[in-house]
Nanobody
């Protein structure tokens, strides 16, 4: 059983930055595709960034150029660096992992954490 533990959410002003972290319970980077979802109130869940076993990344158009997903294999942790944050980035963010694909629903989820962008 894979456990994903997130940290780093909170309140930030528009234009600010936050870094989200997701620590895994085991070394899974060689076998799992990982990523970050988010869900805002009254909106559909959105896959915002992914990182493959080989390190290839992908981003939703809404965050491209502002968010960066990366990992630290030594610490079994992935990160989401969020810059130039906008109020529309406000959502609950979830770390996710799956052996094959992250859509439509990955096998493993983190607990979720709130990110609020507001002045």
């Amino acid at each position: 059983q894979v456990q994903l533990v997130e940290s780093g959410g909170g309140l930030v002003q528009p234009g600010g930055s936050l870094r989200l972290s997701c620590a895994t319970s085991q070394s899974i980077f060689d076998i799992y595709l990982m990523g970050w979802y988010r869900q805002a109130p009254d909106k559909q869940r959105e896959l915002v960034a992914t990182i493959s076993k080989g390190g290839t990344t992908s981003y939703a158009d809404s965050v491209k150029g502002r968010f960066t997903i990366f990992r630290n294999n030594a610490w079994d942790t992935i990160y989401l660096q969020m810059n130039s944050l906008k109020p529309e980035d406000t959502a609950v963010y979830y770390c996710a992992a799956d052996r094959v694909r992250l859509t439509p629903s990955p096998d493993y989820w983190g607990q979720g954490m709130q990110v609020t962008v507001s002045s």
